[in-house]
């Protein structure tokens, strides 16, 4: 891990907004090449694809709490943290309910549009997941803290990979087109990582004195997309013990990942 860190700031320097993007890359290519997945592997069980969002949904509940909150806790104290988090739930339940999306299982959502096909409010959907995910390891890199921050966008993009395959595989199994379109439905989801990961390292770094809030509303944030919408879509077709063990996994390699290599 230190040899990465090394490497890391020898290629890119230490400017955190520049590892900012660097991160918002990686955590995009990752989520990609789990897109990508879709065109030699499109047989995937439900049950499979439940098990996989579930361990996505276990790195990223376990991520919230090592990599933002603690540290958060420890930067600012914990109102400040408290307070972010609070900010970040009513943001992402804000969106919810005025951005039109749609989930396969649950439907549409958000305000009702007449304009917009079922590919692009499915789009939607899975941007308003990743928009959390991107803006925590912007503000991890924009702490200051490169440990944390590495540990925090390798959970993140390790996670990025199944649930990158189980976006491509649902859209394929939707009808929303063939193999190669259902890759590019992925991939485009994802894209969002980028630009939030930039704005959460200038954010923080800008202003130093918001970090604990920043690092409680990307873990707010993270954790209303898990218990709303992860948990109930891997939930709704019987495979609830599958998708629980898949959370249990998660948990244990980001404790893994957070212990020995931060």
């Not at 988090?85 to 749609?102: E, N, Q, S």
């Amino acid at each position: 891990m230190a040899a990465f860190e090394s490497w890391l700031t020898h290629v890119f320097g230490t400017n955190p907004i520049i590892l900012g993007l660097v991160g918002g890359v990686i955590i995009t290519a990752m989520n990609t090449a789990g897109a990508l997945l879709v065109l030699f592997i499109s047989n995937v069980s439900q049950k499979i694809l439940d098990t996989l969002l579930g361990f996505a949904a276990g790195v990223m509940l376990t991520a919230s709490f090592t990599s933002l909150i603690l540290p958060g806790i420890e930067y600012g104290g914990i109102y400040s943290v408290m307070i972010g988090i609070a900010i970040g739930v009513a943001f992402l339940d804000l969106a919810d309910h005025l951005i039109p999306h749609m989930h396969f299982i649950m439907g549409e959502e958000g305000g009702h549009s007449t304009h917009l096909k079922a590919v692009w409010l499915f789009i939607i959907a899975i941007t308003l997941h990743n928009m959390p995910e991107g803006l925590a390891v912007g503000v991890g890199f924009g702490s200051g803290n490169l440990k944390d921050a590495v540990v925090l966008m390798l959970a993140i993009g390790f996670q990025n990979i199944p649930e990158g395959l189980a976006v491509s595989i649902s859209s394929l199994h939707a009808g929303m087109g063939k193999k190669f379109y259902a890759s590019l439905v992925g991939i485009r989801a994802g894209l969002v990582e980028i630009p939030l990961a930039i704005l959460g390292a200038w954010a923080v770094t800008a202003m130093q004195v918001i970090l604990p809030y920043a690092m409680g509303f990307a873990a707010g944030a993270m954790l209303y997309v898990i218990s709303d919408e992860i948990i109930p879509e891997t939930h709704r077709k019987g495979h609830e013990r599958m998708a629980t063990f898949g959370i249990m996994i998660g948990i244990v390699v980001m404790l893994y990942l957070d212990v020995s290599l931060g």
